[in-house]
Nanobody
Framework: QVQLVESGGGLVQAGGSLRLSCAAS????????MSWYRQAPGKQRESVALIASGGAPNYAISVKGRFTISRDNAKKTVYLQMNSLKPEDTAVYYC???????????????WGQGTQVTVSS
């Protein structure tokens, strides 16, 4: 069974940095788009960044220039480097990925359990 597990969240002061990781486990034949989302209290989940296999990354306007998404296909892991953090970046961060798994004929979409990021002012 495929699972995504995030790590790296925590409490940081404004202006600080955090690096999130999301590692996939299980039998995976191919990895498609990998993404990071976030959800702040009382708000809808929003896309933060995504990266396709071999493609250029895309970012939400609110994080462009501060966050960097990267991936290591060999490790089945996606990262989110977050610099110059602001209090408004406070949210639960979720990773999302599309995989081809044995026995499947289409891409399957998976979510991680989320990791809390809190930025104090």
């Amino acid at each position: 069974q495929v699972q995504l597990v995030e790590s790296g969240g925590g409490l940081v002061q404004a202006g600080g940095s955090l690096r999130l990781s999301c590692a996939a486990s299980g039998s995976i034949l191919s990895i498609g788009v990998m993404s990071w989302y976030r959800q702040a209290p009382g708000k809808q989940r929003e896309s933060v960044a995504l990266i396709a296999s071999g493609g250029a990354p895309n970012y939400a306007i609110s994080v462009k220039g501060r966050f960097t998404i990267s991936r290591d296909n060999a490790k089945k892991t996606v990262y989110l480097q977050m610099n110059s953090l602001k209090p408004e970046d406070t949210a639960v961060y979720y990773c999302n990925a599309n995989f081809l798994i044995p026995g499947g004929s289409t891409w399957q979409n998976y979510w991680g359990q989320g990791t809390q990021v809190t930025v104090s002012s």
